[in-house]
């Protein structure tokens, strides 16, 4: 086989079904500035880690794509980018408070049982004030509605730039 480059034939990327931004705009900004007020107060790169987490958990490419680079332009590493997946046998890659938000990230985007466990709800009450846990819970529930307008209307990652909506 040549040293020459080799060309990689990729699957084709799927047309989204419905630009809803451009047919519902008041929505959009108003996501937007509910997404803005939420993320006041957090830190920038676990607020990145929560919607990675959330992204990944509802199959969202667009967001996993959006949220990824933003993190890494944040100043988030790889390899916690990585391991986000399989947090839990990775907790040493993460501080207590991380890994409060983490779980409550769960918790809120499944609710498999219908409720948020007593016991998730008060480690993240441990590691955040009242204030800061109002906006994570916040950041959470903004991360889930992005998920379910990008998932449902089949918006294609790939072409954002770090920042781009930020």
């Given at each position: 086989?040549s040293s020459?480059?080799?060309?990689v ?5 799927h047309?989204p079904r419905?630009?809803?931004a451009?047919?519902a705009?008041?929505v959009?900004k108003?996501?937007?500035?509910l997404d803005?007020?939420a993320?006041?107060g957090?830190d920038?790169?676990l607020y990145?880690?929560?919607k990675i987490r959330?992204?990944?958990l509802?199959h969202c490419a ?8 933003d993190?890494?332009a944040?100043g988030?590493?790889?390899?916690r980018i990585?391991?986000l997946s ?7 890659f ?8 983490i779980e409550?990230?769960e918790?809120?985007t ?7 466990p ?11 004030g009242e204030a800061?846990l109002?906006?994570l819970?916040?950041a ?15 918006m ?9 909506h930020?």
């Open positions: 086989m020459a480059q080799e060309t034939e990729y699957a084709t990327e047309t419905l630009e809803w451009r047919h705009p008041e959009y108003a996501m937007v500035r803005t007020a993320r006041q957090l920038p790169k990145e880690l929560v959330a992204s990944q509802n667009f967001c996993l794509d959006m949220h990824t680079k993190a890494l944040a988030e590493s790889v390899e990585v391991q399989a947090w839990e046998e990775s907790r040493h993460y501080t207590e408070k991380e890994l409060a938000a409550l990230t918790a809120v499944v609710l498999t049982d219908g409720f948020v007593d016991e998730v709800y008060e480690r993240a009450a441990k590691r955040f800061e109002a906006r819970i916040a959470i529930a903004v991360i889930n509605a992005w998920n379910r307008f990008g998932v449902t209307t089949r294609a990652p790939g072409h954002y730039q770090p920042g781009q930020g």
